[in-house]
């Protein structure tokens, strides 16, 4: 489920598609040039934490405006599922390309 998530959250799903449950192997990836530049760019990406930053604000705007009640605490809940998932979501993505770079620089 992940990895279908994944594939479709990556501004280049054109990249490398690994099911789950699956091992990598030598035979996953070709020696392209394209999954190479892709790969390479995903690498040199800098993450943007701008919508976390924006959900934990105004959580904090919602604390200082109301207070704690049963509706921010409902909000804490909710906002803290939602960062964690996206974050969660990052962090697999960084580990799967560094995965996926690993082995294209072990064939060469």
């Known amino acids: 489920m992940v990895s279908f998530l994944f594939a ?3 501004t280049n799903f054109a990249a ?4 789950p449950n ?3 192997g030598h035979n996953s990836i070709k020696k392209g040039k394209g999954n190479n530049m892709i790969l390479k760019r ?3 990406e800098k993450e943007k934490y701008y919508f976390e930053i924006t959900l934990i604000l105004i959580l904090g705007g919602i604390y200082y405006w109301q207070g704690i ?3 921010s605490i409902l ?3 909710g906002f803290g599922i939602i960062i964690y998932w996206i974050l969660n979501s ?3 993505s960084k580990r799967h390309d560094k995965k996926l770079a690993e082995i294209i620089i072990d064939k060469k």
């Open 8 to 10: 479709f959250k990556s």
């Open 16 to 19: 490398i598609f690994q099911p």
């Open 22 to 24: 699956t091992t990598f």
């Open 42 to 44: 995903r690498l040199e």
């Open 69 to 71: 009640n049963w509706i």
């Open 75 to 77: 909000l804490t809940i």
């Open 90 to 92: 990052k962090i697999y």
